[in-house]
């Protein structure tokens, strides 16, 4: 039997805070075109949407903020959070003190 997965790069499993305006979610899984995230947030496919995700241990002195422009696909609603799959079309890192870290 053929799976219907159809994705062009494996996803990766992982629960990492993505912070929003006016909002946090957590991840589900992530690629390197997209991630899918939950949160209590309202969305609406094709909206534009801005994030940052907060990658502790990706340079050796101190955590990154990694900053998205993408573009949401999907939005699952499911009691009791909201499933958002969003593409990363740009992305931006910048280093954070460890104070920042919280803030993404």
């Known amino acids: 039997m053929k799976s219907s ?3 062009q790069v494996p ?5 990492l805070p993505v912070f929003l305006k006016g909002g946090q979610g957590i991840t589900r899984d992530f ?3 997209g991630i899918y995230f939950e949160t209590d947030r309202p969305f609406s496919a094709g909206q534009s949407i801005e994030f940052s995700i907060v990658l502790k241990h990706a340079y050796p002195e101190r955590p990154v ?3 998205c422009l993408g573009e949401i696909v999907r939005v699952e609603e499911s009691s009791p959070k ?3 799959a969003t ?3 740009s992305y931006s890192f910048e280093k954070l003190n ?3 870290e919280q803030t993404g």
């Open 5 to 7: 997965e159809q994705r």
């Open 11 to 15: 996803r990766h499993r992982g629960k």
């Open 31 to 33: 690629n390197v075109l």
């Open 65 to 67: 903020r990694m900053k």
């Open 82 to 84: 909201i499933g958002v």
């Open 87 to 89: 593409t990363i079309d």
């Open 98 to 100: 460890d104070s920042d």
